[in-house]
């Protein structure tokens, strides 16, 4: 069996006195339900048991505001002890609608108002605490720098680590060499004790060549972490050049150099008929020059004259002359030259190999009797 629905029952009807009409006082063709003028002066009462949904502590209160009528107060309703409501649009204290004004929290601007500047303080200490600690660290960074930067220095330039040791130089002579290696290793090893990386060695190979004689070429390097290697040419005399009746030991470099009496006894005498030009000039052609001759030639010739122009002039021990002109074509000069000595005469000339001349002695560049005066 169907249950008949139950016809839905009509909502009762709110009162300006606040009372709560019956289904009596509805009219029957009603479908609203009115409601009091909301604009009056009267509180509004709202029964507690038709708002049930509303809590006394969930509404919020405004500064200044009075509390709000709880149940069992004095300004509920008589009936049910329902929450009083100031009437909506009316301003406190009097009948006229409200202007539209909204109410200010002043709490909350005073609060924001006091947290800004603690927020800004903070912000402040916070970056100066950040650049404290940012210079800091850039500060503990150069000093560390300049502490690594010193402690390399001293390591390298003035600590033993790198100290010379005269025990540990080594000298490589030259075979044959007559210089002695002790006056090398005695001139560098005065250094001793002294840091490997303050030692120029230019300055040290200058140093050997002043004061060692017959060395050339020197070459010095550094051998880590205490020694040093040095290489050397030697000077050796090649030929004896004439000066104000006086001969002077050169080297291939025309410089001079320190001579035995032996070693100058076999040596080929160089005369310059100038002075400006008394320099070895010519030196290393000359000794080309009789180191191609004949072996009966070549040790026969005592004095190498050069004339103004740089021709050459050969006088042989017995006066004979050979001339020679400017260096060059020294192999067609010696086969020549090697025919002409077999014809008796006073003077040779293969300055021009094609066209040679045999005849007596002419007047010399550089006086005859200079030579023989030396060749004795």
Same mark, same amino acid.
């Given at each position: 069996?169907?249950?008949?629905?139950?016809?839905?029952?009509?909502?009762?009807?709110?009162?300006?006195?606040? !009372?709560?009409?019956?289904?009596?006082?509805?009219?029957?063709?009603?479908?609203?339900?009115?409601?009091?003028?909301?604009?009056?002066?009267?509180?509004?009462?709202?029964?507690?048991?038709?708002?049930?949904?509303?809590?006394?502590?969930?509404?919020?209160?405004?500064?200044?505001?009075?509390?709000?009528?709880?149940?069992?107060?004095?300004?509920?309703?008589?009936?049910?002890?329902?929450?009083?409501?100031?009437?909506?649009?009316?301003?406190?204290? !009097?009948?006229?609608?409200?202007?539209?004004?909204?109410?200010?929290?002043?709490?909350?601007?005073?609060?924001?108002?006091?947290?800004?500047?603690?927020?800004?303080?903070?912000?402040?200490?916070?970056?100066?605490?950040?650049?404290?600690?940012?210079?800091?660290?850039?500060?503990?960074?150069?000093?560390?720098?300049?502490?690594?930067?010193?402690?390399?220095?001293?390591?390298?330039?003035?600590?033993?680590?790198?100290?010379?040791?005269?025990?540990?130089?080594?000298?490589?002579?030259?075979?044959?060499?007559?210089?002695?290696?002790?006056?090398?290793?005695?001139?560098?090893?005065?250094?001793?004790?002294?840091?490997?990386?303050?030692?120029?060695?230019?300055?040290?190979?200058?140093?050997?060549?002043?004061?060692?004689?017959?060395?050339?070429?020197?070459?010095?390097?550094?051998?880590?972490?205490?020694?040093?290697?040095?290489?050397?040419?030697?000077?050796?005399?090649?030929?004896?050049?004439?000066?104000?009746?006086?001969?002077?030991?050169?080297?291939?470099?025309?410089?001079?150099?320190?001579?035995?009496?032996?070693?100058?006894?076999?040596?080929?005498?160089?005369?310059?008929?100038?002075?400006?030009?008394?320099?070895?000039?010519?030196?290393?052609?000359?000794?080309?020059?009789?180191?191609?001759?004949?072996?009966?030639?070549?040790?026969?010739?005592?004095?190498?004259?050069?004339?103004?122009?740089?021709?050459?002039?050969?006088?042989?021990?017995?006066?004979?002359?050979?001339?020679?002109?400017?260096?060059?074509? !020294?192999?067609?000069?010696?086969?020549?030259?090697?025919?002409?000595?077999?014809?008796?005469?006073?003077?040779?000339?293969?300055?021009?190999?094609?066209?040679?001349?045999?005849?007596?002695?002419?007047?010399?560049?550089?006086?005859?009797?200079?030579?023989?005066?030396?060749?004795?």
């Amino acid at each position: 069996m169907v249950r008949r629905p139950t016809p839905p029952r009509r909502p009762r009807r709110l009162t300006s006195a606040g !009372t709560v009409a019956g289904k009596a006082e509805a009219s029957a063709g009603q479908d609203h339900v009115p409601t009091a003028d909301l604009a009056g002066t009267g509180p509004i009462e709202i029964a507690g048991e038709d708002l049930a949904v509303f809590d006394t502590g969930s509404i919020p209160r405004l500064r200044g505001e009075a509390p709000v009528a709880g149940p069992g107060s004095a300004a509920a309703g008589s009936r049910t002890g329902g929450r009083v409501f100031p009437a909506v649009g009316a301003a406190e204290g !009097t009948g006229k609608p409200a202007t539209g004004e909204v109410p200010r929290i002043r709490g909350a601007r005073r609060r924001r108002e006091a947290a800004e500047p603690a927020d800004l303080s903070a912000r402040r200490a916070e970056r100066r605490a950040e650049r404290r600690r940012y210079f800091s660290v850039r500060a503990a960074a150069i000093a560390g720098i300049v502490a690594f930067a010193a402690v390399f220095v001293y390591a390298v330039f003035f600590s033993p680590l790198f100290a010379l040791d005269a025990a540990k130089i080594e000298v490589r002579a030259p075979e044959g060499t007559t210089v002695e290696t002790a006056d090398i290793a005695g001139t560098l090893g005065a250094r001793e004790g002294v840091s490997l990386f303050r030692l120029v060695p230019a300055s040290l190979a200058r140093d050997v060549e002043e004061k060692v004689a017959r060395t050339g070429n020197v070459k010095v390097d550094r051998v880590l972490p205490h020694g040093l290697r040095v290489s050397f040419d030697d000077r050796s005399p090649i030929a004896c050049l004439v000066r104000a009746e006086q001969c002077v030991a050169i080297d291939e470099a025309g410089r001079e150099v320190v001579a035995t009496e032996e070693e100058m006894a076999n040596l080929t005498r160089i005369s310059y008929a100038s002075a400006a030009e008394n320099s070895g000039r010519y030196a290393l052609d000359i000794l080309d020059i009789v180191s191609a001759l004949p072996d009966g030639l070549g040790g026969a010739v005592v004095v190498s004259e050069v004339a103004k122009a740089g021709q050459i002039t050969l006088v042989f021990d017995d006066g004979r002359l050979v001339r020679w002109g400017m260096p060059g074509q !020294t192999d067609e000069k010696v086969a020549v030259l090697e025919v002409l000595v077999e014809e008796p005469a006073a003077m040779y000339d293969v300055s021009v190999p094609r066209s040679p001349l045999v005849g007596p002695s002419p007047v010399p560049t550089v006086s005859q009797s200079e030579g023989s005066t030396q060749q004795r």
